[in-house]
């Protein structure tokens, strides 16, 4: 009978380590987790099998799987925006650094990217291991789209035959535009605004085959016209 209780202990024992179990790592000062890592095994060897991290509000912003030990990326991430409609997926079951197979949802759950695609690669993920730059590659076409952590767009550009071309966005954190510049064949041409985070322009003027031309105008914090520089005689 002692035998028995003592394999029946013993089965319990193996039966936990084996059940996946939840770590908070961070949380928020109201108390919501913030990072969450899904391990199990020994308590003082643990092993993580997964993590998620979510927004303030408790809505879940990504989760995440891993194999062995150590730990490497394992199956499908998937990243989601504070509505809770799906950002991102991708597939690191083959031990790629960045993952592979990636697809991307505007906030309404429709196509991130307008037109034909022959691939999408990450070359760049941030802290938390979100995508932070995104190449969308047709043709000769490359629109690189960096992504700040709660996946509100940072930059966008295109370029052509490796080459900046077309019109080049930065923007802040809340989502205002910080620069606003026309690229041809790499080099500034047209139109150049630099905006303050409260959306009102900073200073603004043209390119003409990457020199300033023209009159430069400089505002104030309320937009009102500070001076001018004028460029045209400028070599």
């Given at each position: 009978?002692?035998?028995?209780?003592?394999?029946?202990?013993?089965?319990?024992?193996?039966?936990?380590?084996?059940?996946?179990?939840?770590?908070?790592?961070?949380?928020?000062?109201?108390?919501?987790?913030?990072?969450?890592?899904?391990?199990?095994?020994?308590?003082?060897d643990?092993?993580?099998?997964?993590?998620?991290?979510?927004?303030?509000?408790?809505?879940?912003?990504?989760?995440?799987?891993?194999?062995?030990?150590?730990?490497v990326?394992?199956?499908?991430?998937?990243?989601y925006?504070?509505?809770?409609?799906?950002?991102?997926?991708?597939?690191?079951?083959?031990?790629?650094?960045?993952?592979?197979?990636?697809?991307?949802?505007?906030?309404?759950?429709?196509?991130?990217?307008?037109?034909?695609?022959?691939?999408?690669?990450v070359?760049?993920?941030?802290?938390?291991?979100?995508?932070?730059?995104?190449?969308?590659?047709s043709?000769?076409?490359?629109?690189?789209?960096?992504?700040?952590?709660?996946?509100?767009?940072?930059?966008?550009?295109?370029?052509?035959?490796?080459?900046?071309?077309?019109?080049?966005?930065?923007?802040?954190?809340?989502?205002?535009?910080?620069v606003?510049?026309?690229?041809?064949?790499?080099?500034?041409?047209?139109?150049?605004?630099?905006?303050?985070?409260?959306?009102?322009?900073?200073?603004?003027?043209?390119?003409?085959?990457?020199?300033?031309?023209?009159?430069?105008?400089?505002?104030?914090e309320?937009?009102?016209?500070?001076?001018?520089?004028?460029?045209?005689?400028?070599?």
């Amino acid at each position: 009978m002692k035998k028995i209780a003592i394999l029946f202990v013993a089965i319990l024992l193996l039966s936990a380590c084996g059940q996946v179990r939840e770590e908070v790592i961070q949380a928020y000062p109201n108390g919501n987790p913030m990072l969450v890592f899904l391990v199990k095994g020994d308590k003082k060897d643990p092993t993580r099998v997964g993590e998620r991290m979510y927004y303030e509000s408790g809505q879940l912003q990504f989760e995440k799987k891993f194999s062995g030990k150590p730990e490497v990326p394992d199956g499908t991430w998937n990243y989601y925006f504070d509505n809770g409609q799906l950002f991102a997926k991708a597939d690191f079951s083959k031990n790629h650094e960045y993952g592979s197979n990636w697809a991307f949802y505007n906030r309404n759950g429709g196509s991130y990217y307008d037109g034909k695609l022959d691939s999408v690669y990450v070359t760049d993920l941030g802290m938390f291991g979100t995508p932070s730059t995104v190449v969308f590659c047709s043709g000769n076409h490359k629109d690189v789209i960096q992504f700040y952590s709660n996946y509100t767009v940072r930059s966008t550009e295109r370029l052509t035959n490796e080459m900046r071309d077309g019109k080049i966005f930065f923007y802040f954190p809340n989502g205002n535009p910080q620069v606003e510049a026309n690229f041809k064949e790499g080099v500034e041409d047209g139109t150049y605004i630099v905006y303050r985070e409260n959306g009102i322009p900073y200073y603004q003027g043209n390119y003409t085959e990457g020199q300033r031309t023209g009159l430069w105008e400089f505002y104030d914090e309320q937009g009102n016209l500070l001076r001018t520089v004028d460029y045209s005689d400028k070599k």
